[in-house]
Structure formats: C-alpha cells, structure tokens
C-alpha cells in the first residue's frame, strides 16, 4: 500500500524559513514526478512545485526563487526547502504525484506565516 507522510510545518515569521519533507512508501517513488501543493482557508488546492524522477523542476510563480523542491530517491523522500516566506504562503501542505492521485492525499502539514 503506498503512503505519503508530510512533516516539517509549523509557525514562522515573515522572512523566515521551513523544510517540508514527504516521505514516500511504496514503489512509485523512483518512476513518478512529485508534486508539492497547498490549500489556504477558503481557496483550492493548487500545485506549488513538481519534480520529475530524473531532478528536472517546475515552480508556481508565487513561489519562484523562494521555494525549492529536491528529491533523494535512497530515501524516498520529497523536499520542499521554503525561504522568504509569506504570509499569503500560510496553508495546508500536501505532497502527491504529479499528476496528483486522489488516493495518495494524505493530512498534509500546516505552514503559518505570521506577518
């Protein structure tokens, strides 16, 4: 049964900095892309950043230059290092498949970006 766990959420100021990391079970990991993706109060969830099996990368604009999402496949760990936060960058963090799966989302972690 493949499961995803996200961990690493938390409470920041504006300027700071988070990890978020996706631990994978399971053998998609080392064939699929992977997505991170978020949901603020009130809005849908969108994609944030996607990571091909072989490294290659896409970004949200919103994120751009301040996101970065790497992967380790001995680990089957997805990354999203997050610096120059926000608070518009407050929401519920999911990792998934790019494209996503319906029955890989997970409780995603919360990030909280105090102004």
């Known amino acids: 049964q493949v499961q995803l766990v996200e961990s690493g959420g938390g409470l920041v100021q504006a300027g700071g900095s988070l990890r978020l990391s996706c631990a994978v079970s399971?053998?998609?990991?080392?064939?699929?892309?992977m997505g991170w993706y978020r949901q603020a109060p009130g809005k849908q969830r969108e994609p944030v950043a996607v990571i091909t099996s072989t490294g290659s990368t896409n970004y949200a604009d919103s994120v751009k230059g301040r996101f970065t999402i790497s992967r380790d496949n001995a680990k089957n760990t997805v990354y999203l290092q997050m610096d120059s936060l926000k608070p518009e960058d407050t929401a519920v963090y999911y990792c998934?498949?790019?494209?996503?799966?319906?029955?890989?989302w997970g409780q995603g972690t919360q990030v909280t970006v105090s102004s």
């Open positions: 998934n498949a790019a494209p996503p799966k319906d029955f890989l």
């Open positions: 399971g053998s998609i990991f080392s064939i699929n892309a």
